[in-house]
């Protein structure tokens, strides 16, 4: 079936550091991919996403593109604030709207 | 705008009661919500997919018993956890896509639930 691979955290960075989050998927299809991002206590916010190869989404500094060759979306920030710490979830929708979720990520930036 | 409310934000109570848990959209209808369920550090686990009008779809393991979910409209699904035990306490989450938006249109979350049952 399909299925989402994150990198393990925690990711600790300083701020103004360039974060990177790998995120690899198996799927049978063309799947759309999605990154969300939880901050503590509250529910997923979409951060951006991407519905075919080669498409970059971005939002907020944040920027992942679709590579069907490499079956990855790995999340990009040239620079990291402490209101960045959050846990980080890259998602891939296939059928019926049903999104399939990775580990999650929680990315620590220290000032 | 797609804005989802769910209420409460945080509940407590006695081991055998029944919770339930409201998932509204604000701003849009949704054909289409779901509800999840997330351990502490761990990510989200689909319960059910809920479409409004007809019958939940759980996911294999779910207890369609003890999670009663009712999607009456567009804008209004409900999560009843039925005779609640300390195991049950969780955070639960749900999320909607919008009415006629196609196929692989991004879910809206709620804040969720987090319960704990005593």
């Known amino acids: 079936g399909d299925s989402v691979t994150q990198m393990e955290g925690p990711v600790t960075l300083s701020e103004e550091a360039f974060l990177t989050i790998n995120c690899t998927y198996t799927a049978t299809g063309y799947p759309s991919l999605f990154w969300y991002v939880q901050y503590p206590g509250e529910g997923l916010q979409l951060l951006l996403k991407?519905?075919?190869?080669?498409d970059k989404g971005s939002n907020k500094g944040f920027e992942a593109t679709y590579r069907k060759e490499t079956t990855s979306f790995h999340l990009e920030k040239g620079s990291v604030q402490v209101s960045d710490s959050a846990v980080y979830f890259c998602a891939l929708m296939e059928y019926g709207n049903k999104l399939v979720f990775g580990a999650g990520t929680i990315l620590r930036v220290k000032s | 705008g797609a804005v989802v409310s769910q209420h409460p934000s945080w509940v407590i109570c006695k081991s055998g009661t029944s919770v339930k848990i409201e998932c509204r959209s604000l701003d849009f209808q949704a054909t289409t919500m779901f509800w999840y369920r997330q351990f502490p550090k761990q990510s989200l686990m689909l319960m059910a997919t809920s479409n409004e009008g007809s019958k939940a779809t759980y996911e294999q393991g779910v207890e369609k018993d003890k999670f009663l979910i009712n999607h009456a409209s567009l804008t209004l699904s409900t999560l009843t956890v039925t005779s609640a035990h300390p195991e049950d306490s969780s955070f639960y989450i749900c999320?909607?896509?919008?009415?006629?938006?196609?196929?692989?249109?991004?879910?809206?979350f709620g804040d969720g639930t987090r319960l704990s049952i005593l």
């Open positions: 999320s909607a896509t919008r009415q006629g938006a196609g196929s692989n249109q991004p879910q809206h």
């Open positions: 991407a519905t075919k190869a080669d």
